[in-house]
């Protein structure tokens, strides 16, 4: 459950960015189908791509993996 917030929390962020999952792959350094796969809760982030996505969202990582407001 967790990590299906966590998955939605990636999604709406990089939404409120206005980034495509393309740019932000690419500002994080990671496929394009990964972004794809983790906001479709395909897969499993790991701790050090949360933390690129992140810094590519310009957010702290504590804020990217707050959950605490997120609904499914």
């Known amino acids: ?9 990636v999604k709406l962020e990089r939404t409120k960015k206005g980034l ?3 740019e932000l792959a690419f500002r994080a350094g990671v496929n394009k189908n990964t972004i794809w796969k983790i906001e479709t809760g395909q897969v499993s982030p790991t701790i050090q791509t949360l933390e ?18 997120v609904d499914l």
């Open 1 to 9: 459950m967790i990590n299906d917030k966590i998955c939605k929390k």
């Open 20 to 22: 495509s999952q393309e």
């Open 52 to 69: 690129k996505i992140a810094q590519a969202l310009e957010l702290d990582f504590a804020t990217l993996i707050d959950v605490s407001k």
